[in-house]
């Protein structure tokens, strides 16, 4: 079994939709839990940290349940820039970050 | 403040030859790591080191690489000998402390013909 593990994908998803992505992992001791986006070709870059208590920044949302080992990313009102690939990141007390495969997600006008 | 930078973004090496990929982290930070993403796969962690200090190299193939971080200059991924499978993006991240934010580098492309 992965350490995370996500959906590929692809989601094609129209202008304006409302779009989920789900996550889990295996180690049930991990600290610390992330989404990043990374575009095609490019580097990971933080979009946001997960926290049990579930927290929002604009458009996006993001939850952590932490008996079910699961993580969720909310994008709400699509716009064309939210397409790229995104990445669940998991971050034990060893400090190296475990990232799933990653979500694809083309947003289509 | 710059942000992590590698050199160089894209390496050309033939069968046998050795690369060497070379990372800055950002202003202030001691901590660095190492990631590979081949293609089509997620990043996968290689070591992690602090100045002049290999803290896990659980990530590493035993033979033909090593990594170094030395008191004044850049992180250092060397790999010796490299084959076709070594051919992927080479992700370096920098990070101000403990459970910080890990910042990547826009990556070094390695191809190996």
């Known amino acids: 079994r992965k350490e995370v593990e996500q959906d590929p994908g692809p989601f094609n998803v129209p202008e304006g939709a409302t779009v989920a992505f789900n996550c889990t992992y295996s180690?049930?001791?991990?600290?610390?839990f992330f989404w990043y986006r990374q575009d095609c070709r490019k580097e990971p870059k933080l979009l946001m940290s997960?926290?049990?208590s579930g927290n929002e920044d604009g458009r996006f949302t993001a939850q952590l349940n932490r008996a079910s080992q699961y993580i969720s990313l909310l994008i709400r009102d699509s716009k064309l820039s939210d397409s790229a690939t995104y990445l669940c990141?998991?971050?034990?007390?060893?400090?190296?970050?475990?990232f799933g495969t990653g979500t694809r997600l083309t947003i289509i006008p | 403040n710059a942000g992590v930078m590698q050199n160089p973004r894209h390496l050309v090496r033939r069968r046998g030859q050795e690369a060497r990929l070379r990372c800055s982290p950002m202003?202030?930070?001691?901590?660095v790591y190492w990631y590979r993403q081949l293609p089509e796969e997620g990043l996968k962690f290689m070591v992690y080191?602090?100045?002049?200090?290999?803290?896990?190299e659980s990530g590493m193939p035993k033979e033909r690489f090593s990594a170094e971080f030395p008191k004044e200059g850049p992180s250092i991924l060397r790999i010796q000998q490299v084959v076709r499978g070594d051919s992927a993006a080479y992700f370096c991240?920098?990070?101000?402390?403990?459970?910080?934010?890990?910042?990547f580098g826009p990556g070094t492309r390695l191809l190996v013909l």
């Open positions: 202003k202030g930070h001691s901590h």
């Open positions: 997960v926290y049990s």
């Open positions: 080191l602090q100045k002049e200090n290999i803290i896990d």
């Open positions: 180690n049930s001791a991990s600290q610390s």
């Open positions: 990141v998991v971050n034990s007390m060893t400090e190296k970050l475990t």
């Open positions: 991240a920098s990070q101000l402390g403990l459970q910080e934010t890990q910042y």
